[in-house]
């Protein structure tokens, strides 16, 4: 019984690292020989962390070794998050700095907690199963914690690659906390000295935590930024390949209804239901978008098109000439995402009298208002104030709206998204030039 005892006691602070690092992994799985990575890199530190015991207790020149063979055991389990799950020696090193400060901040609680009632008169019994189990449990539910809110949060890490000084944290940190860890212990027992220095670390690991997570922040801001500028890039790409398709049809069908008038002119017309037909075709194509804005004469020439593709009743009331301020790449984003969500929207709705889109403009001398309607069967989920992307890979998509957003707030406007009653209605502004 005593071994076990000092095998667990011995074992106990690597094991409470180990689990640390792993409720903050946020790298997916490596599936190419699963089992056999886990099981190996288990067995591995395993084996590894028995040789704790081959260390004396109680000798005076102990706490040297055992400081390099925690150091070594913490490097064991970089090794086996590089082995098990995917990333690069950047992401393994992130998780294993932010799991090593959350350990080391819940074992500077526990001392904190332990040194108090110690500084009270009474002490917890630490030997006491009762009081190991209770630690054991606020360890694992503060892991758990730890866990749920990176999940929500980061859903999975950010690529690090590059990013030398937290890989040169996830090699080095361990050492200067042991021996610090290891310092204070050697120089002093009073438990009111070591109550203020428990309480310098826990303050100094809530701020490397919070340092460590605005680094996933910061990329994920950076990130999203990113996506949102190569989404409008690809809006504005798409609608320029289309604005020349448009103007060469135009060009085929003034030509083709100039052939017409000749043939009509000198009584060598084909069939006159024939020729009525085709010119009933090539007048579409004279009733398409002409506001004063070549860039939102494409983008609403385009839904004009799908409309009538589509049976959907659309209608715009827009002074393309009142945009000139808006650069074109903006508008592309801004009316091209909005409509093309629309159009997308009322093509789920089975009867066609009910497909309804439209776009209108006000004009109130400093500001322009729009308001974008649509109807719609079930309404979108909403996150935060944007409709939340009901595509399998949400990862990579939904940033169509978050580029509408970005367009509307260079121009000091805001972007106002509700549904009611089968409508869906998309309101926003935007602040003329001087």
């Known amino acids: 019984m005593n071994a076990l005892l000092h095998a667990v006691s011995r074992c106990s602070p690597v094991y409470a690292l180990l689990f640390g690092i792993l409720s903050c992994c946020l790298l997916p799985l490596k599936r190419d020989r699963l089992a056999l990575r886990v099981c190996g890199s288990a067995g591995g530190f395993f084996l590894l962390s028995l040789l704790i015991l081959l260390i004396p207790e109680g000798s005076p020149h102990a706490a040297v070794p055992e400081t390099l063979y925690y150091y070594l055991l913490y490097l064991a389990i970089g090794a086996g998050l590089l082995l098990c799950f995917e990333g690069s020696i950047y992401e393994v090193a992130y998780i294993c700095v932010i799991g090593q400060v959350w350990q080391h901040t819940l074992y500077t609680l526990t001392e904190i907690v332990f040194l108090t009632a110690r500084l009270a008169g009474r002490p917890f019994p630490a030997e006491s199963p009762a009081v190991t189990l209770g630690v054991f449990a606020l360890y694992a539910a503060a892991y758990l914690l730890m866990f749920v809110t990176l999940k929500r949060c980061y859903r999975r890490l950010i690529p690090l690659r590059g990013f030398t000084e937290v890989l040169a944290a996830g090699l080095l940190l361990p050492l200067p906390l042991?021996?610090?860890?290891?310092?204070?212990?050697?120089?002093?027992?009073?438990?009111?000295?070591?109550?203020?220095?428990?309480?310098?670390?826990?303050?100094?690991?809530?701020?490397?935590?919070?340092?460590l997570l605005s680094i996933q922040h910061t990329r994920l801001v950076v990130r999203e930024a990113d996506r949102v500028r190569e989404a409008a890039q690809k809006?504005?790409?798409?609608?320029?390949?289309?604005?020349?398709?448009?103007?060469r049809v135009n060009i085929r069908a003034h030509d083709l209804k100039k052939?017409?008038?000749?043939?009509?002119?000198?009584?060598?017309?084909?069939?006159?239901?024939?020729?009525?037909?085709?010119r009933s075709e090539l007048e579409r194509y004279d009733r398409l978008v002409e506001t004063g804005n070549e860039a939102l004469d494409t983008v609403l020439s385009d839904a004009v098109l799908r409309s009538e593709q589509e049976k959907v009743r659309f209608t715009y009331l827009l002074d393309g000439k009142a945009l000139s301020f808006v650069q074109p790449i903006d508008l592309y984003a801004i009316f091209g995402n909005l409509l093309d969500n629309a159009f997308t929207a009322v093509a789920?709705?089975?009867?066609?009298?009910?497909?309804?889109?439209?776009?209108?403009?006000?004009?109130?001398?400093?500001?322009?208002?729009?308001?974008?309607?649509?109807?719609?069967?079930?309404?979108?989920?909403?996150e935060n104030g944007l409709p939340k992307t009901t595509k399998p890979d949400a990862e990579n998509h939904g940033f169509g709206t978050k580029s509408v957003r970005a367009s509307v707030a260079r121009y000091g406007g805001e972007l106002v998204i509700f549904a009611e009653e089968g409508l869906f209605h998309a309101n926003f502004f935007l602040k003329k030039p001087g």
């Open 178 to 211: 042991s021996v610090l860890n290891l310092a204070i212990m050697q120089l002093t027992d009073d438990p009111a000295v070591l109550l203020a220095y428990r309480i310098h670390m826990l303050l100094t690991c809530v701020i490397m935590y919070l340092l």
């Open 259 to 278: 052939l017409l008038d000749r043939w009509e002119g000198s009584g060598r017309s084909p069939d006159p239901g024939m020729t009525a037909q085709i």
């Open 235 to 247: 809006q504005k790409e798409q609608y320029e390949f289309k604005r020349e398709i448009i103007e």
């Open 348 to 382: 789920a709705i089975p009867e066609s009298k009910r497909r309804i889109v439209s776009i209108k403009m006000t004009d109130t001398g400093d500001c322009l208002f729009f308001h974008v309607l649509n109807t719609c069967d079930s309404a979108p989920i909403l």
